[in-house]
T-cell receptor
Framework: GAVVSQHPSRVICKSGTSVKIECRSLDFQATTMFWYRQFPKKSLMLMATSNEGSKATYEQGVEKDKFLINHASLTLSTLTVTSAHPEDSSFYIC??????????FGDGTRLSIL | SQQGEEDPQALSIQEGENATMNCSYKTSINNLQWYRQNSGRGLVHLILIRSNEREKHSGRLRVTLDTSKKSSSLLITASRAADTASYFCATDGGLGGYNKLIFGAGTRLAVHP
């Protein structure tokens, strides 16, 4: 149980494009979802926390207008990287949990901006 | 810094040997968790140890926690080539339950056949 699906697994696009990444909890209702960014051979850096039906809480230094997060239902959160540039290239990972439960992680999305 | 420290940063051993990874953190915690990440993949939860526990076992994994020193260790016994991965500790400092995780820098483990 507790499967989190993240899509797409890989995306390559041109500079200036906006890219949407989906995170779905397949067999449980996720009251909270988290979005992380990971640079090569580095740890996970929390970008934002989103609770269903409310605005996301962004970590210090993360541009909320650049990284739009929507958590419209208990099973889906999306991260949109707006007007992406090469410096936005990274590995993005989501996680989801129920109230009072542990985080379950998706398989990540490798974003490459040319 | 958001992150704790892990050492070693990289560890290379032969199959059958034990691998020990250490993690230190800075704030008080509710629990500490260890995760594994294969290259280019998401994280797999390995084990959780609560702040009032000192040691926990799961199969070939043994985790210790010393809250006075704000440190934890993960021991993998009788390692296998399939154990090759990055290992991260993550602390949960929330008041009860599960909350935001703060990840350590990670240890890259290579197990050679």
């Amino acid at each position: 149980g507790a499967v989190v699906s993240q899509h797409p697994s890989r995306v390559i696009c041109k500079s200036g494009t906006s890219v949407k990444i989906e995170c779905r909890s397949l067999d449980f209702q996720a009251t909270t979802m988290f979005w992380y960014r990971q640079f090569p051979k580095k740890s996970l850096m929390l970008m934002a926390t989103s609770n269903e039906g409310s605005k996301a809480t962004y970590e210090q230094g993360v541009e909320k207008d650049k990284f739009l997060i929507n958590h419209a239902s208990l099973t889906l959160s999306t991260l949109t990287v707006t007007s992406a540039h090469p410096e936005d290239s990274s590995f993005y990972i989501c996680s989801a949990r129920t109230s009072g439960g542990p985080q379950h992680f998706g398989d990540g999305t490798r974003l490459s901006i040319l | 810094s958001q992150q704790g420290e892990e050492d070693p940063q990289a560890l290379s051993i032969q199959e059958g040997e034990n691998a020990t990874m250490n993690c230190s953190y800075k704030t008080s915690i509710n629990n500490l968790q260890w995760y594994r990440q294969n290259s280019g993949r998401g994280l797999v939860h390995l084990i959780l140890i609560r702040s009032n526990e000192r040691e926990k076992h799961s199969g070939r994994l043994r985790v210790t926690l010393d809250t006075s020193k704000k440190s934890s260790s993960l021991l993998i016994t009788a390692s296998r080539a399939a154990d090759t991965a990055s290992y991260f500790c993550a602390t949960d400092g929330g008041l009860g339950g599960y909350n935001k995780l703060i990840f350590g820098a990670g240890t890259r483990l290579a197990v050679h056949p």
